[in-house]
C-alpha cells in the first residue's frame, strides 16, 4: 500500500521513507517486523530506509525485542525527539499558547497565558507571543533545529497565503500572521497559518480522540464555535480554505444577529454565552462564570445540569444536518465542548439518532477531545512538522497554509 505506481526510483524511495516517518511519528515507536507488515514493503527495503532514516538523526534503532509472533525478534525504532522542533502557537480570544514541538507530537515545552478578551489587537497578540515564543525558543537544546513555525487562528484562513482574512470574535481583518510572527522572531523558517478548528482536527486525528478514523467530524467552542471536517483521511477545505465553519451553520432562520452578519446561527445556540445563559448565569461571564458552573454541575446542580441538556439538544439538533451530509465515524468534542461532553453527550447522542438516518446506521460516537483545549496548539505544531513528514530527507518547499495532503 505504500508503493505509489509510476513513479522513479528516487521519488519511490522518497515516497517510503515519508510513509516509514509517518507511521512512528504517529505511533512513537514500532518493531521493525511492524512497519514491514504495515508498509507492506519487503524486509531489506524497510531496513534500508530505516537506516536512512537514522542517518538523518529522525529514529533510533533499539535492540531486537520479541514481536509475540512467530519468526526472529525485531528491532525497536522510535523517532527522535532531540533533534528537529517546530514551534506551536494558539491565538485563542481569551488566551495564547505556545509550545516547541517535535517528532511523536511530544510537546517540549508550553506555556498557555489568558488574556482579556477586549484587548485581541494584533499589536497587544504579538507583544505576548513573541515574548512567550523567545521563552520556549531560548529553552530548546542547542542541537535541536528550528524547522518551522505554525499558527493555529480562531478566525477564517486563507489559502494558500495563510492570511487571516476575518477573525470575528478577535476584531482582526486582513492580517498576514505569519509574516508579521516571523519578522517580530528574526527567524528564517517556513510558517504555516491554519484555522484553529482544522489544526485542532488534524492532532486529534493523528495523536487524539480520532487516531485510526479516516472520517471525523471536530467540534470545538471557546467564545465561537468552530470545527474541521476530515473526509477519507483527508481536511475538508473548500476552494479559498474556509470550509468548515460550522458554527456559522443557520440553525434558527429568526434567531438573534451573530456577529458573522447572519441570524440564528448555531454558534449562539451551543456557544460560550448560550452556555452560560441556559445554566442560570450571565451570558458576559465568561472564563471565571464557565469554571464556577461546570463544578457545579459536576456537584449536580439542577439547573446546570438542565441547561447542560439542552446544550446538549441544540448540539445534537446541529450535528444531525452534519452527519447526513459527511457520514462521520466519530465526532470530537473540542475546547469548552470537551469540558462540557460528560453533560451534554447523552442529550447529544439522542438528538442526533432520532433526527439522522445516517446517524442511525453509522452509529457514529460523540467523544471528548485527548488534548482538550490544546487539540488546536498541537495541530498547530502538526502542521508545520508537515513538510518534514512528506520529505524527511529532502527540501521540498512547504506550503505557506495548511496543506490539504497533511494527513497519513
Ligand atoms: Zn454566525
Known sequence: ??????????????SNLSTVLRLLHGEGRATRAELTALTGLNRSTVAALVRELNDHGLVTEGDAVATGAPGRPSPMVSVRTDRVAVLAVDIKVDSIAVATMTLGGTRLGQQRVRRDRHDTTVDATLDVLEELARDS???????QRLIGIGIAVAGLVRHPDGMVDLGPNLGWSQVPIGELLK???RRRVPVTVGNDGDTGALAERVHGAGRGVEHLIYLSGEVGVGGGIISSG????GSMGYAGEVGHVTIDADGDRCGCGNTGCWELLI?????????GRLGDGGQDALTEMLLAAGDGEPEARRGLAEIGRWTGIGLASLVNLFDPQRIVLGGLHAELHPFLVDAATSELRSRSLVATRSGAEIVPAAFGID????????AALQPLLDDPTGTSAPAPSMP???LG
Open 404 to 406: 490539504a495532503h497533511a
Open 1 to 14: 500500500m505504500a508503493r505509489v505506481v509510476g513513479l522513479g526510483p528516487d521519488a519511490l524511495r522518497r
Open 375 to 382: 487539540s488546536s496548539l498541537v495541530g498547530a505544531g502538526e
Open 137 to 143: 525558543l531560548d529553552a530548546l537544546p542547542r542541537r
Open 234 to 237: 483527508r481536511p475538508l477545505t
Open 183 to 185: 519578522a517580530r522572531l
Open 271 to 279: 456557544g460560550e454565552r448560550a452556555v452560560l445563559r441556559a445554566t
